[in-house]
């Protein structure tokens, strides 16, 4: 079954959910909030990718312990 939301949409509608459900701290018009959730997603995207392309340290670590147990 194919998903009807791309990864990023699907993101972007749960952020805007959180947006949304804090309206008594901020309060964005709806054009504001749906701007506010993309340029979000966008930047955790941008970071998903940024430590995807790293080495992740902590696996070289945990098999380092593992062989000096």
Known sequence: MKSLL???????VSIL???????EAVRPSPKEAAELAV???DCLVEELAKKSREKVS?????????LHQ
């Open 17 to 23: 959910q959180a947006i949304i459900c804090k309206r």
């Open 58 to 66: 902590y696996l070289e670590d945990w098999s380092r312990r593992k």
């Open 39 to 41: 340029e979000h997603t």
């Open 6 to 12: 791309e990864k990023r949409e699907a993101m972007a």
